[in-house]
DNA sequence: TTTAGCACTCACTTGATAAGAGTGCTAACA
DNA sequence: TGTTAGCACTCTTATCAAGTGAGTGCTAAA
């Protein structure tokens, strides 16, 4: 069934009034409020037609009326205007995303940080899935007598590095033949591939000296490119939910640190959504505990290729159109500071 | 004045009693539970006598008696036992915290993790101040066309890289020149005097080639070694803080999260603590948001120098034996893992 | 010095009452 | 037929009074 003009408008005027107040709005304050030229005994008629429908609900009786998820996705589909980022804003996340030194970690935990400061919300990011990531070239360097340093290269331009002891001294020569057989061998292949199709075993040698090193360094090696395949969850702002009035309750407060707090179910959450701005409201979401939350997430890119995430968490009742622009803003400056440029012509 | 023996007895029993309680404690309960052969009107004699002294306040007049921060003090001193920690809870954090990859930020982040859960209280951690970190080498290592990665080696075998985006093509011989001048002027200089004795400006060339290659390096190199010379603060279990009958109310609970969330602020006590186990109660804080909290820290070493640490916030109401001892513990297992063999002998 | 007894204090609970906001229904009006 | 005014009803919230129980402080006796 359709919804008429004037229900939309009314119910556009909840949903808005809902979000910045919080308190549950009845027909008296909505007809002097938003001056709708109708009296409020129209307006219970209406809502009560709405309320059928399943767009608002009652806590009691005597109460006014509050929005339901439905109406929320509705207002999120329809009714809600596109928000105008102020310039100030939209300057303060440029100048703090974008640095020449290209340290995506760093990046991110400010992207999480600021985030949370804009729109008083949860916020959190995760790096970028690295599966399909592929390995450029690998590099042993000498520290000191027992140490050595493991860089590795892939081609998004990630550098992650290790100091490895070993226990018997080395070559320089040993090492660096060792980088290169391992590059040669490795190179183009994606982690994934690298860790579980066996290819690993391939790096052994014959010569007495070498085999030692590769038995030390192989262990190292793999925990190392485990590591890197972790995807890191990020999280900051938690303290704002205390502001909001939802969670002025201690019991829900602990529902929605408990959401945070089991960090390893909340990564797969975030790496299961779909790409791109998505938005869940309440109920559907998935999992139990969210069923109280809405989660909007958006994507952003490195090397054009590979996704991470970053987004907020908070009450179903939020100002989805400013928090939606803020996080597509920040994730394309994101997308914009790790796009590689180079790489047509590859070093060697 | 000396507190007799019966006096120290009843205190230490009101203390332990309200830690694991968070009750006031009456004089009736107290000879009831206790047992200690004098009835209640004598020890509400000596408890008369402990409040005159400072030991034990009372929250309204038919309240039963709550220790101050002073009893605690004195507690911690003298009347508090050693708590053994079980052997199973030593081996979950020795295979933890011990790991042949030194990777310091992810085992300080694993720590901190580990000692929320062990204490059900909001942990934290800070890695060392790298100030008098010795530079050990300098690297740079080309990855493509247009990047080079800067890798530097301190003396504490610490390694930190980044990607630097040239806007000119470079040669290899070039940056082989510009490692080894580095390394030559810098070696054994620690990080804060080579940031700010100007020492930088000497990597200055005549050569045209290099001379560009040095202007777009050096930014990247200030701003890496700024980054370093950061220290990162970890924090882990705020959650469990709520389960805290001291933060059942939301006001309180909201000061305790905004002492964390000025994570400047926080680090910078942090800093500042003395080295080694340091228990600090209530008003003996000097920062008014931590007059109601009590902090425990201890140090670690890396390579037997740098210090770091790691610790605990929470009410003053804590188990201080049980706290104090997995601290102190975990401490002395990371630096067992960072204490840097080599070094002796130098590569080159 | 220790203990029993007793008056007193204060927080907390329970129940009753009143106020306020809002609904839903009915009947009148355009 | 849609809109509106009026009114009874519902439900929450605040407030107040009375009763209860845990605990103290003081006094006097053992």
Known sequence: MDLSERKLKILQAIVADFISSAEPIGSRTLSKKYDMGISPATIRNEMSDLEDMGYLTHPHTSAGRVPSDKAYRLYVNNLMQKYEIPEE?????????TT???ELERTIKHAASLLSDLTNLASFAITPNQESNKLKHINFLPVDKYSVVLMIVTESGRVINTTIKLKTAYTEENLNLLSRV?????KGKTLSDILTLDIIKTFESDIEAMSRLVETIKPNFISTLENMLDVELYMDGLANIFSIPEYNDIEKAKVFLDIINQRKQFTDVLINRENGVIITIGNENKEDLMRDCSLITATYHVNGKLVGKLGVIGPTRMRYDEV???IEYMTDNISETFKVTGGDKDYE
Chains 1, 2 share one sequence.
Do not use: A, H, P, R
């Not at 391992?182 to 490795?186: H, I, K, L, R």
């Open 182 to 186: 391992m590059t040669y061998n490795y």
């Open 100 to 102: 020449n030194v290209m």
């Open 324 to 326: 939606t622009s803020i």
């Open 89 to 97: 804003d939209k300057q303060i996340i440029s100048e703090k995303l």
